[in-house]
């Protein structure tokens, strides 16, 4: 898919991680999720400038002001938001941020069924393309979409081997593969997790957590079927 072309001057907006306010700590890596999928749809908008997920999630659990933020991370505007996970059913809070004027330009809560967050995200990615007053034009003005699979499910297996997949560690690169393997066998044709997956292959071997013999052609492999 091509890149969203823009006939207005460049904006930028940070987006922070998500809180997770559920009840149990380990939901953690689906909030992480959530500020990791908007950011990349985000990023791929022309004319929008979106700081790495690298750069944002310095500021994870930071009691910073927000314009510090900002300063720090260039940008004019900051999405901030909490997810809350129980079951079934999910609780997504946004607000978008203008930095320079501590002023609110948007801010929504969304409970739904969990097999509707795809369309959450679908939602806070126009709503802050829209709140930017960031034009598409020509054939990109089709609304932004996230999803990658159809599979709730699969996505929140892939959301999980991302999530230990960030934390480069030797334990946790290797226990990234399980949940990305779980991803693809309930959608074969998931490209991300096919992906996430190569991607875990090739750091085993950097964090000496296995073979280069043994993970790199499994890394090839998983690259053709992304491809």
Do not use: C
């Not at 944002?56 to 809350?84: C, N, P």
Request: avoid cysteine; charge should be negative; charged fraction near 25%.
């Amino acid at each position: 898919m091509s890149s969203p072309a823009l006939n207005t001057d460049e904006k930028s907006v940070a987006v922070l991680p998500f809180i997770n306010m559920s009840d149990d700590a380990e939901n953690e890596y689906f909030s992480d999720g959530i500020s990791e999928e908007l950011l990349n749809v985000l990023v791929r908008v022309k004319g929008l400038r979106v700081p790495s997920r690298t750069s944002s999630f310095t500021f994870k659990g930071s009691d910073k002001k927000l314009a510090d933020i900002g300063r720090e991370l260039q940008v004019d505007h900051i999405l901030e938001g909490s997810v809350r996970k129980s079951g079934d059913r999910i609780r997504v809070t946004a607000q978008l941020i203008e930095v320079n004027t501590d002023t609110h330009l948007w801010s929504e809560t969304y409970t739904r069924e969990l097999d509707d967050i795809f369309a959450v995200q679908d939602e806070i990615a126009q709503a802050i393309v829209s709140a930017l007053k960031v034009t598409l034009t020509g054939n990109d003005q089709a609304p932004i979409q996230t999803r990658s699979t159809a599979s709730v499910k699969a996505y929140n297996k892939y959301l999980l081997g991302r999530h230990l997949w960030n934390q480069r560690t030797p334990a946790s690169l290797l226990a990234s593969v399980e949940p990305l393997r779980e991803a693809i066998a309930l959608d074969p044709q998931y490209g991300r997790a096919w992906e996430a997956l190569a991607d875990a292959y090739v750091l085993i071997p950097e964090y000496r957590s296995g073979s280069i013999r043994e993970y790199i052609p499994l890394a090839h492999e998983a690259i053709d079927k992304a491809l």
